[in-house]
């Protein structure tokens, strides 16, 4: 972050950890930037994709966070890739369930960029945590390659009986700002792609059966139009939608033993079969005392 800032010219005195998942997210608040480093250069690819998306969200004006001017990028820092990004700070009023709804249906309706996207596919992202899963035990490395390899047929037919659309990927409240002008945006582009746009609709309900946030998919569903989980794909999404989840602590288990159980738990419930067992978000256990852009953090 500090060699980042550097390059930028900007002072890193006053940055401030908001997230440190799969990236490590830091704000410059004074600079008015965003700072987001992947993690590992196996995510490299997904820095250069969310960088053209980016560009091609303000061109056409999306409900989007922007890039910070000026800044040539991706921003190398040895191995690993950096994006620079506007700093929204966290405000009010703060984004609603109501506002998920109706930005998700516009983001859905802006049809596809002119370049190619990755079609969706959560076990091949699944799979690449797993391949760089240090912390990961034997037992838990099977079941997951095991579960990977029944789900991944299913979600390939998933996939061509559904027309392509845009997908965000990753949407829930984490994942919405507010500009100074109130207008509702979508951060985060990593795994944005083509495929079902129902799957973005099973973040906030999943979410809301693991977490225990009673309401939160109604109010999504009434403002969207669009009752995800009476859907008769919603059994393989809500699955599709818990493996990310699972998989998405696989890099921290050796950096964090509170992760490390909630991981634990999490798989001991997919194994028991138990769809009501509640969890923890592991955003709140992986960055203790750190703040998000959002009040409300995190379906992962």
């Known amino acids: 972050m500090r060699e980042v800032a550097a390059s930028l010219g900007v002072s890193s005195e006053d940055a401030q950890l908001l997230r440190l998942t799969n990236n490590a997210v830091f704000a410059l608040p004074r600079s008015g930037l965003v700072i987001r480093i992947a993690r590992t250069h196996r995510l490299r690819d997904r820095v250069t994709k969310v960088v053209r998306l980016a560009h091609w969200f303000a061109d ?38 109501e506002d998920l709804g109706h930005v998700l249906r ?3 309706s802006l049809g596809l960029p002119p370049f190619p996207l990755p079609t969706w596919d959560p076990v091949a992202d699944a799979r ?20 990977c390899d029944r789900l991944e047929p299913q979600l390939v037919a998933l996939n061509q009986r559904t027309k392509e659309g845009l997908i965000h990927g990753d949407a ?14 979508l951060c985060d ?5 083509v495929g079902p746009w ?97 009040s409300n953090r995190g379906c992962g």
């Not at 690449?128 to 579960?147: E, H, N």
């Open 60 to 97: 056409i004006d999306a409900p989007t966070i922007r890039l910070a001017p000026g800044v040539e990028q991706p921003v190398e820092v040895g191995t690993l890739a950096a994006s620079v990004w506007e700093y929204l700070p966290p405000g009010s009023p703060t984004p609603t369930l």
């Open 106 to 108: 516009e983001f859905h």
């Open 128 to 147: 690449k945590r797993l391949a760089d899963a240090d912390g990961l035990g034997g037992s838990d490395r099977d079941f997951l390659t095991q579960w």
């Open 172 to 185: 829930h409240l984490s994942n919405l700002l507010k500009e100074p002008s109130g207008r509702t945006v």
């Open 189 to 193: 582009f990593d795994a944005t792609c």
């Open 198 to 294: 129902q799957a973005d609709l099973a973040a906030v309900a999943v979410g809301e059966r693991r977490f225990g946030r009673t309401g939160a998919h109604e109010l999504l569903a009434a403002a969207y139009g669009h009752d995800v989980t009476s859907d008769p794909s919603w059994p393989l999404l809500r699955e599709a939608r818990e493996l990310k989840m699972i998989v998405a602590a696989v890099p921290l288990l050796t950096t964090s033993a509170e992760v490390s159980a909630e991981f634990d738990d999490r798989l001991r419930s997919i194994r028991e079969g138990n769809h009501g067992k509640h969890w923890k978000p592991f955003a709140d256990l992986a960055t203790p005392g750190s703040r998000s852009p959002c």
